[in-house]
């Protein structure tokens, strides 16, 4: 089975929905109507450029090439981390553990993927490298800035109560057990759900991509396992690697809750 | 009794940039008195390594970062004037809840199995007070202790404090109330801008 190649009419007359969007915020009101377009035209440019960059770095195979792409996703990401928490950490602390976060998550289970699983020759081929990692960074950004976003926020809210604890000479470790454990738990309930939802209530996007391109229903599924599996590992190592390096830059060698360290509430 | 210095603290930098210095014998009770916002809360989170600080701070002739963070806070205990909880239960934030001594205060039995929220400001206080005692401090550093408490109340928290205060405790002791500072105080000092000075 081929493909149906998609032609700019068959674009536009999907674009027509967006056009519904727009007219429903101006009849009634909502004041989306800008936002709408441009969200919609970025999206349309964006995603245009990358399918013209991709199929240069496709062409040119060039190992050091597909790497410098990884290496601008994963920053692009990393700032994504950096900026979505509602609280910034001094000396540009969200923006150093949301690179660390990702650089970390992301190769471990790329890694794995590319050296059991999907095993391209060579290894590096863009391919499959880059959207696979691409899909996982996806995620784990929105782990890393859900867990981040959370045990800021709880360590302002509370800061009085864990103070209180090491008032008692309970460690700081210990104070801070419970939001730790909440942030893990934000960062990682969203990949949950998508798991459990994942052909029950939603047909997960790659799969569909890969059955609407042609692909056996069955290998789509199979290739759709190994995504959430790997979506799964990298949320969680994002939202534990990010709330650990948090707490760090939350305290100091004495142990004292440093909200010093955090900048002014925006 | 009062006895050997427990706590000597050297130039330590307020808030304001002046220099504080005190020293603590164990049995005794420094009462510190000062305008609002003088700094006296800020000079007892320095004294409990809860902010950094410039200066020394010695503990039984041991400085203070020679000790570890948490052992430094159970020897030296901080309780603010406004205390924070943070378990399900009353009961939940001591080791062993302290039934005799709860009912020493005038604190009814059934608080222990309450939530914090659910008992009154002055009952939190005395809980406060309790959980302080209860790590068995050499010093504990008292913020406004009976600002939210009727006199009979206080009156108890007075005589709890002298007997602890006679085991060997040492008291520092913030408070706006003069006569509370009359009463307790072996020594009292005042906070100013020029740093701590006799009352």
Redesign the interface.
């Known amino acids: 089975m081929t493909p149906i190649s998609l032609t700019p009419f068959d674009l536009a007359a999907a674009s027509l929905l967006i056009v519904v969007d727009g007219l429903l915020s101006v009849v009634l009101g909502l004041g989306l109507h800008k936002q709408i377009v441009v969200a919609a035209s970025r999206m349309v440019i964006q995603l245009l450029l990358v399918g013209y960059i991709l199929k240069s770095v496709f062409a040119l195979a060039s190992p050091a090439l597909t790497l410098a792409v990884l290496v601008v996703m994963a920053l692009s990401a990393a700032r994504e981390v950096a900026v979505r928490p509602e609280r910034r950490l001094s000396r540009g602390g969200n923006l150093l553990i949301g690179t660390i976060s990702v650089f970390v998550a992301t190769s471990l289970t790329s890694m794995l993927a590319l050296l059991t699983a999907i095993r391209p020759e060579p290894i590096l081929d863009a391919r499959y490298v880059i959207p696979l990692t691409g899909i996982i960074m996806g995620s784990v950004l929105n782990a890393a800035s859900l867990s981040m976003d959370s045990l800021l926020d709880a360590a302002v809210q509370r800061a009085a109560a864990i103070e209180a604890q090491l008032c008692l000479g309970i460690r700081f470790k210990t104070a801070m057990g419970p939001l730790l454990r909440q942030a893990l738990r934000r960062g990682m309930v969203p990949i949950i759900n998508q798991m459990a939802a994942a052909g029950l209530v939603t047909l997960p996007g790659t799969m569909t991509g890969q059955i609407l391109a042609g692909l056996d229903p069955v290998e789509a599924v199979k290739y759709q396992i190994l995504l959430m599996f790997l979506l799964g590992g990298s949320s969680g190592i994002a939202a534990l690697v990010t709330t650990l390096l948090t707490m760090r830059w939350l305290t100091d060698d004495r142990e004292r809750l440093r909200l010093d360290r955090l900048k002014s509430h925006k | 009794m009062v006895g050997q210095d427990v706590l000597f603290a050297a130039q330590i930098v307020d808030r304001h940039g002046g220099q504080a210095s005190l020293a603590l014998r164990s049995g005794s009770c420094l009462a510190i008195t000062g305008a609002s916002g003088s700094g006296k809360s800020t000079l007892l989170r320095r004294l ?5 600080y410039e200066g020394q701070i010695h503990l039984a002739g041991r400085e203070a ?1 020679t000790y570890a ?7 030296v ?4 004037a ?5 378990a399900e239960t009353v009961a939940a934030h001591f080791v062993e809840y302290p039934g005799d001594l709860a009912d020493r205060l005038g604190l009814s039995p059934d608080l222990a199995g309450r939530t914090a929220e659910r008992c009154s400001t002055g009952e939190r206080q005395r809980l406060a007070l309790l ?2 005692l209860s ?1 068995k401090p050499a010093v504990l550093l008292l913020d406004e202790p009976t600002a939210a408490l009727d006199p009979e109340s206080t009156a108890k928290v007075e005589g709890l404090l002298r007997d602890n205060l006679t085991a060997g405790l040492g008291i520092i002791l913030v408070t706006h109330d003069s006569a509370l500072a009359d009463r307790l105080g072996d020594c009292r000092l005042v906070l100013t801008a020029a740093g701590l000075q006799p009352a």
């Open positions: 409990a390594d809860l902010d950094p970062r963070p948490c052992k430094w806070r159970s020897s205990v901080y309780c603010p406004e205390p924070a909880w943070w959980r302080a790590r």
